[in-house]
């Protein structure tokens, strides 16, 4: 197989790249950090990177002496997707899911090297903690307090289309080359998302073909293009992203390896805002005009602007779910919505 070619988004301007001392210096860089940017080298001595580096059997090799014995999950599409894992033309998913152990994985993908007309092999947000032994603790960024999710994404030269998730994102390029084309997060009219409830991982995405794209059917992508950044990585290098930046990820190498740590600064114990926006599309959108702009107004008063005329005149005991939240609130909160939801 061939590696990945540059593709067409060409002139994008590049993701700025910083230096960090130690520890505690990237936690500070971290730390409030509303842009990407990139570290190259941070993670240039795990024992995965230098394993990749002397051939990415080697690499393999590496992982399945840290596997545990149980099947992962995989995604798996055909040769004409050109690895990309996307839609067909009846809006089903190109790729089929299964269930294999780690070997037979990758005896799969060491075929697929060997032929020039391969499928894409893809294991996604695979929890390091979960399916590997040993793995973590020779390989990990210290984030200095924050408790991340640990996930390793595995697989043959892919595209992933443009999406965003809501915890910040620290993307380490362990095996193989990264490309990562990034918008900020409101350019997403630009993008064209396609449908929230049937996606390819679970969050919508850009319907733009970024090898092709079709700026007679997506105009306003030039916009979202004067927009972009580009970040190229190396093995090693390390990339942040921040939340809710759209990113369109592509494994440029015959074999790439991705080590992420998702985490968010606010308590695990709030809810996923996704969650809302769905519920207020079911219960809100189709509503008559006059009603929604009512709507609009009350979350405007008790969610975007919360000022002081929202409790002022309540007792502060009494205040309930009105005052700042606490774990105990929020639990209150999600039975109301549980026992609603149920109806």
Not at 165 to 185: E, K, Q
Not at 293 to 306: K, M, N, Q, S, T
Request: charged content about 25%.
């Amino acid at each position: 197989m061939a590696e990945a070619d540059p593709g067409p988004l060409t002139g994008l301007t590049p993701v700025r790249e910083i230096a960090v001392a130690d520890a505690a210096d990237l936690s500070e860089r971290l730390r409030g950090a509303e842009r990407p940017f990139i570290i190259r080298g941070l993670v240039k001595d795990w024992p995965l990177v230098q394993a990749g580096l002397a051939g990415s059997r080697n690499a393999r090799d590496y992982l399945l002496r840290k596997r545990q014995d149980r099947p992962f999950t995989v995604s798996i599409a055909p040769p004409d997707a050109g690895g990309r894992l996307w839609y067909t033309d009846d809006f089903a998913m190109n790729f089929r899911m299964a269930k294999a152990k780690l070997p037979e994985i990758f005896q799969k993908i060491d075929e697929a090297e060997a032929e020039e007309d391969s499928p894409a092999i893809y294991l996604a947000s695979i929890d390091m903690h979960e399916y590997f032994d040993g793995l973590v603790e020779e390989n990990d960024v210290d984030l200095s307090g924050r408790d991340p999710l640990r996930s390793i994404w595995i697989g043959t030269a892919t595209r992933i289309a443009a999406h965003n998730d809501f915890p910040d994102n620290l993307a380490c390029c362990a095996v193989g080359r990264r490309r990562f084309t990034l918008f900020p997060p409101d350019q997403f009219r630009n993008l064209y998302l396609g449908p929230v409830d049937n996606t390819p991982a679970g969050r919508a995405v850009s319907m733009v073909d970024f090898a092709a794209p079709d700026y007679d059917a997506h105009p306003r992508f030039r916009e979202a293009l004067a927009h972009a950044q580009v970040a190229e990585l190396e093995p090693g290098d390390a990339l942040f992203i921040p939340s809710m930046w759209w990113h369109h990820v592509e494994g440029l190498s015959d074999f790439n390896v991705l080590v992420n740590y998702w985490w968010r600064d606010t308590p695990r114990w709030l809810g996923q805002p996704q969650d809302a926006l769905n519920h207020a599309m079911m219960s809100i959108r189709d509503l008559p005009e006059k009603d929604r702009a009512i709507w609009r107004d009350l979350f405007e008063h008790y969610v975007f602007g919360a000022g002081p005329e929202v409790t002022d005149h309540i007792p502060e005991k009494a205040r309930s779910v009105l005052g700042p939240l606490t774990p105990e609130s929020a639990g209150r909160i999600r039975a109301f919505l549980l026992r609603s939801l149920s109806r």
